[in-house]
Antibody, heavy 120, light 108 residues
Framework: QVQLQESGPGLVKPSETLSLTCTVS????????WSWIRQPPGKGLEWLGY???????DYNPSLKSRVTLSVDTSKSQFSLKLTSVTAADTAVYYC??????????????WGQGILVTVSS | EIVLTQSPGTLSLSPGERGTLSCRAS???????LAWYQQKPGQAPRLLIY???SRATGIPDRFSGSGSGRDFTLSISRPEPEDFAVYFC?????????FGGGTKVEIK
């Protein structure tokens, strides 16, 4: 079955860059669109952006200047970089697969999530 | 961006008592592109409903969704113990994709 697994540092210092990778198994990364979503502790969900293997992407305007997504089809991975982090970026970060073809979608498969804490 | 407001913040139900959750959008959601998710502590959200009223694969029929335009509802008939969780709505008709703040369904 389809599985997604986030990986990366669990602790990032303020002003540095948060880098996470999502590894996809059980499905071709070229067959879907993929997103990153985050959830601060005890709070709601925020969509960060999506990436397609073709290079097509879009970002949440609230974070657009700080977010970059990329995809590596040879490794079946896609990645998130978030620059100039502050404590407000502390959250559980999820990667997820779009249910439908296209940028606007709901999400049928999610990773387990990775908690990233921003602290010195 | 479309802001989704969920109510109530907390819903207390007895097992077997029907519950109704509301999701109101700040503007019309295009083509009823509205989804509902269930989230349990320490877990990722699970897709329950898409297209406002279609159940996702494997979701029991005690979950049902309805609505259009700005107003959407998730109903849970005869909730089982495993249904006590937090529920989020999400719109995917417009970018940026947005989520509601969530409704916690707890045991009365």
């Amino acid at each position: 079955q389809v599985q997604l697994q986030e990986s990366g540092p669990g602790l990032v210092k303020p002003s540095e860059t948060l880098s996470l990778t999502c590894t996809v198994s059980g499905a071709s990364i070229s067959s879907s669109y993929w997103s990153w979503i985050r959830q601060p502790p005890g709070k709601g969900l925020e969509w960060l952006g999506y990436i397609h293997y073709s290079g097509s992407s879009d970002y949440n305007p609230s974070l657009k200047s700080r977010v970059t997504l990329s995809v590596d089809t040879s490794k079946s991975q896609f990645s998130l970089k978030l620059t100039s982090v502050t404590a407000a970026d502390t959250a559980v970060y999820y990667c997820a697969r779009h249910l439908r073809s296209g940028s606007s979608s709901d999400f049928d498969y999610w990773g387990q999530g990775i908690l990233v804490t921003v602290s010195s | 961006e479309i802001v989704l407001t969920q109510s109530p913040g907390t819903l207390s139900l007895s097992p077997g008592e029907r519950g109704t959750l509301s999701c109101r959008a700040s503007e019309n959601v295009r083509s009823s592109f509205l989804a509902w998710y269930q989230q349990k502590p320490g877990q990722a959200p699970r897709l329950l409903i898409y297209g406002a009223s279609s159940r996702a694969t494997g979701i029991p029929d005690r979950f049902s969704g309805s609505g259009s335009g700005r107003d959407f509802t998730l109903s849970i008939s005869r909730p089982e113990p495993e249904d006590f969780a937090v529920y989020f709505c999400q719109q995917y008709g417009n970018s940026p994709l947005t989520f509601g703040g969530g409704t916690k369904v707890e045991i009365k």
